[in-house]
């Protein structure tokens, strides 16, 4: 069973549709190997192997046959709870999965269960640690998926990213957190933050792997790789908090920059533009003005039975005004343009995708200073792991790329990877 655990998720749909291999066995492995980490780990709110193996026993085809996901919980599904992270909603059963994970299903993907999330992805932890260092956070808010994949629990796993939900955690699990293009994959069916920010994502253990995912679930066979080759030039970007980048960060991205210039890449230092940082404003008048709106029910009435600190936290947003929303789309009526200004002529970015290592602790997850301004540009970003820090927990860089222009991205990314594998003292 063990070497189940560790094909590629392309692989292993590849032998089930063969009749190599059944996608009840590889849900049997992937069910042992949760029963094996789950009590350190604490990656899943809701997990019931008999209903994953009845689930995997009735796959026979598809593109993503056998193939192991996890769903965060702020994504509906049918046969199990959704609970948005929230005490508020624990037993919650919708009546319908959300689109993406009855499309996953019917490609021949199997849900094993439903990963830990903060509350309503925002800022309240769960329960789940670090597979890296059992007392260290794994960040969020898609804690659970990122620590289901670095433990080896599932092949894919579901996020979503409204500020830095997805490529934080990925870098302080060491895994590939891919949040693409704004709206490639549907998004209804998920507990709702941020109309202009909120976007469906997924977690894997390898570029591939999240391209392969995602170019099924979207139906946009551009996405896959196959052949990867070399992007021309690759921008160094620091962003304009640079000095909020640690010294495992900062060793990270000189350690993938010297990679690709091995691999014979072109890798240039771009200046930070002086309106850069007005993009962090705009963020938050667009994150303050809908979140609180976006919850007037949970931040009503019914806020004594929320987390202190999620109320703590969108009384904090609700302090955006009008007038700053509207000025921050005023700002960003052209987003593709923003980006492709920053980009500089560069294929891709290579910039931070957390301050550093995984931060000590469970009761916070760590902040998306270098996520936010990426996310509410709409475009591709994704978390490439790149070794380890002093403390010796993973460390990730982000790749950055135009809008809609995902598949060089992800050509980008893999390229990366490669090259990290290669450059590996």
């Not at 005490?87 to 199997?110: I, K, Q, S, T």
């Not at 704004?182 to 202009?196: E, I, M, P």
């Not at 009435?301 to 921050?328: C, E, N, S, W």
């Amino acid at each position: 069973m063990t070497d189940l655990l560790t094909l590629s998720a392309r692989e292993t749909a590849r032998r089930v549709r063969a009749g190599d291999v059944s996608a009840e066995a590889v849900c049997a492995a992937f069910a042992d190997r949760i029963a094996e980490r789950e009590p350190d780990v604490q990656a899943w709110t809701y997990y019931d192997r008999d209903r994953a193996l009845a689930e995997a026993r009735g796959v026979a085809a598809g593109p993503l046959a056998g193939i192991t996901f996890g769903v965060k919980d702020v994504i509906d599904t049918a046969d199990m709870p959704t609970g948005y992270g929230s005490a508020l909603y624990e037993g919650f059963r919708p009546v319908a999965d959300a689109p993406v994970v009855a499309l996953a299903r019917r490609l021949g993907a199997v849900m094993m269960g439903k990963t830990v999330s903060t509350e309503f992805a925002m800022a309240s932890p769960g329960k789940t640690r670090n597979p890296a260092a059992l007392d260290h956070t794994p960040g969020g808010s898609s804690s659970g998926s990122c620590a289901a994949i670095a433990a080896g629990m599932v092949h894919v796993a579901f996020g979503t990213q409204t500020s830095g939900s997805v490529v934080r955690p990925a870098s302080f699990c060491g895994i590939v957190g891919y949040k693409p293009s704004f709206g490639t994959l549907n998004r209804a069916g998920v507990k709702a933050l941020s109309d202009s920010l909120d976007t469906m994502s997924l977690l894997a253990r390898d570029v591939r792997d999240a391209a392969f995912a995602t170019a099924t679930l979207a139906e946009m066979p551009s996405l896959e790789l196959g052949t990867v080759t070399a992007p021309k030039t690759v921008g160094l970007f620091r962003t304009s908090r640079w000095d909020l980048a640690e010294p495992a960060t900062r060793d990270a991205l000189d350690r993938a920059a010297d990679a690709l210039r091995a691999a014979g890449v072109t890798v240039r230092e771009l200046a930070v533009p002086d309106e850069f940082e007005r993009l962090y404003a705009y963020h938050d008048a667009v994150m303050g003005w809908e979140t609180p709106r976006t919850l007037a029910f949970e931040h009503g009435p019914l806020g004594d039975r929320i987390a202190p600190l999620t109320r703590a936290f969108l009384d904090q947003l609700a302090k955006a005004t009008r007038a700053d929303y509207d000025a921050a789309l005023a700002g960003l009526k052209d987003r593709a343009a923003i980006l492709d200004g920053l980009l500089d002529g560069c294929d891709v970015l290579l910039t931070p995708a957390a301050p550093g290592e995984a931060p000590a602790g469970l009761a916070a997850t760590g902040d998306p200073v270098f996520n936010k301004v990426w996310t509410l540009l709409h475009g591709p970003a994704i978390a490439v792991p790149a070794g380890n820090g002093p403390g010796g927990l993973p460390v990730g860089v982000q790749v950055i790329g135009r809008l809609g222009d995902d598949a060089a991205t992800l050509t980008a990314a893999a390229f990366l990877e490669d090259s990290l594998a290669e450059n590996r003292p």
